[in-house]
């Protein structure tokens, strides 16, 4: 055998330390032995018409399918209780048991559980959907995903958008909101929009992709303007009305000049390949531009993500592969600690920050964006500190092939304005009114579920104030990545410990690997859309 190298044993030391760490901490379902009334985790998920319903204090149910009912409050279904040791509990033993046509059966609260995996999702309903996560076979995936299963199109919620000639696919909804513990609200510019005089106003909602999408509301928020203005979203969610936008005269990134791809919001798009041996090394995009303006300034940036991300995520499935259910419901429960590990690989791959040069050359962070998501590009403001007329020096530090930048500019800031937020007036699907949907949409404890391939048309009405608006779509929710059955092959307990405990060691590792498939993944992500809009 060839030994070890001082290096090779240091990480085999440190992996193995993290692994007995990370079962300690984040699973007890791991046995080396097993009795009748005990179970692992490989042996009850890969039953495959078994349902299982993850308990918020760690308990599993592994029920049969079909269930027999589904209340607003309950789950009623016959199968095996196993405890928070993994041992099996008779039903008997069990308080939230009834007797339906002679037989036991359980009774079980839908506010106690945190997640439910299930190969088949018909049948279920509400908000058991909402909490699901769902395993796909290989014959439903596209040929293209499965030529690269960590390309599949993952789209979240997708907005399209009247541009003047059709409608046009504008954004994509909370992003980063890949679990209900990580809802959240998201705010994007419908750049390209155009309400060309009409009240009306239409917005496309669509799921385009192998998820569950689980939305609050779906709102827009809107600006009355006049001529050239226009209005920007920071980060921290205030608006600005802006009036005169400048190009840099200067662009430089690591390949050279790039002024002539972020000039226009043109889907010309300055983007650069991830560090062939760290996924998390940086890289900086110099700027200069030309102001005499006295006014407050803001830096435009419209930019998306690679599918670096995209990658990660779904290589950080497949590592967790049929524990990917129990490891989700440990962070709904409550485990901080697992979920500060999740966050922790995003963290590493960071935002883009802004820097701009003081007079004594030192470069001063000004703000930042952290806009997740590879479908729409969105626009942000960086608002920038005092600067005299003159030549303005500013500077993007960002990881290397992770952000494809589409525009840039400078802009005088007018003044700060509030939107006017409008629910939808009504909602129409496959050509009928759908009152359901809409009241889904305006009541966020009765949140719109959409499936693959499902389309909404969310129609609005402007306010009579103003022939022409800026206009923002706000959507809150979250959504559940369905399980590929390509990923559950890749199942290895060692590579997981070691992305989410080392999270640095890994990027640097794992490098090349993604570095043979970036090439290719940006054709494979767009052709593997379940549904084309």
Not at 379 to 397: C, D, F, S
Request: charged share 20%; aromatic share 10%; glycine share 6%.
């Amino acid at each position: 055998m060839r030994p070890f190298s001082d290096h090779s044993f240091i990480i085999f030391f440190l992996v193995a330390t993290l692994l007995l760490q990370f079962n300690c901490t984040s699973t007890k379902i791991v046995r080396k032995h097993l009795n009748n009334n005990q179970v692992n985790s490989d042996t009850f998920l890969n039953l495959k018409n078994a349902i299982k319903v993850h308990m918020l204090d760690g308990g599993l149910y592994v029920i049969n399918n079909p269930i027999i009912s589904i209340t607003k409050d309950s789950l009623i279904a016959r199968g095996i209780y196993y405890n928070t040791n993994r041992e099996k509990i008779r039903t008997s033993e069990k308080i939230n048991t009834i007797r339906i046509d002679g037989q036991s059966a359980y009774k079980i609260p839908l506010s106690d559980v945190a997640l439910v995996e299930t190969n088949k999702i018909t049948g279920l309903s509400g908000k058991l959907v909402a909490m699901s996560l769902v395993g796909v076979p290989s014959v439903i995936s596209s040929v293209y995903c499965l030529t690269n299963p960590k390309a599949c199109f993952g789209s979240c919620p997708t907005f399209y958008a009247w541009n003047g000639e059709s409608m046009k696919l504008m954004a994509e909804g909370f992003s980063s909101s890949i679990l209900p513990v990580f809802e959240n609200s998201d705010v994007d510019m419908l750049y390209w929009a155009k309400n060309e005089g009409r009240k009306d106003f239409q917005i496309k909602l669509t799921n385009e992709a192998l998820e569950t999408h689980i939305i609050r509301y779906a709102d827009l928020l809107v600006f009355p303007k006049h001529g050239n203005e226009r209005i920007f979203a920071t980060e921290d969610g205030k608006f600005y009305k802006t009036s005169k936008i400048i190009s840099p005269t200067v662009c430089s990134g690591s390949e050279g000049d790039c002024r002539n791809l972020i000039l226009q919001m043109d889907a010309q798009e300055r983007y650069s390949e991830a560090d062939s041996k760290n996924l998390a090394a940086r890289e900086y995009v110099d700027l200069e531009f030309d102001c005499s303006a006295k006014n407050q300034l803001g830096l435009i940036i419209g930019s998306r993500q690679t599918l670096l991300t995209t990658y990660l995520f779904y290589q950080s499935l497949a590592f967790l592969g049929n524990n990917a259910g129990y490891f989700a419901s440990r962070i709904e429960s409550g485990d901080k600690a697992l979920q500060r590990r999740v966050e922790k690989i995003w963290d590493l791959l960071g935002t883009i920050e802004v820097f701009v040069q003081g007079q004594s050359g030192k470069w001063i962070k000004t703000g930042e964006i952290d806009e997740m998501g590879p479908i729409a590009s969105d626009v942000h403001l960086v608002t920038l500190p005092p600067q005299e007329p003159g030549t303005i020096k500013v500077r993007l530090k960002m990881t290397r092939g992770l952000w494809r930048i589409d525009y840039i500019g400078l802009t005088d800031i007018t003044e700060p304005v509030e939107p006017i937020q409008i629910n939808p007036t009504f909602i129409t699907t496959n050509d009928s009114i759908n009152d359901l949907a809409l009241n889904q949409l305006c009541h966020s404890d009765e949140p719109l579920i959409t499936l693959p391939g499902d389309s909404h048309t969310l129609n609005f009405i402007l306010p009579d104030i103003s022939n022409d608006y800026e206009i923002f779509i706000k959507s809150k929710g979250y959504y559940l990545e369905w399980m590929r059955e390509e990923w559950i092959a890749e199942q290895n307990k060692t590579k997981a410990t070691l992305m989410f405990g080392m999270p640095k060691l890994y990027l640097k590792l794992v490098a090349n690997k993604f570095k043979a498939v970036e090439p290719t993944m940006e054709e494979v992500f767009w052709r593997s859309r379940y549904v084309k809009n």
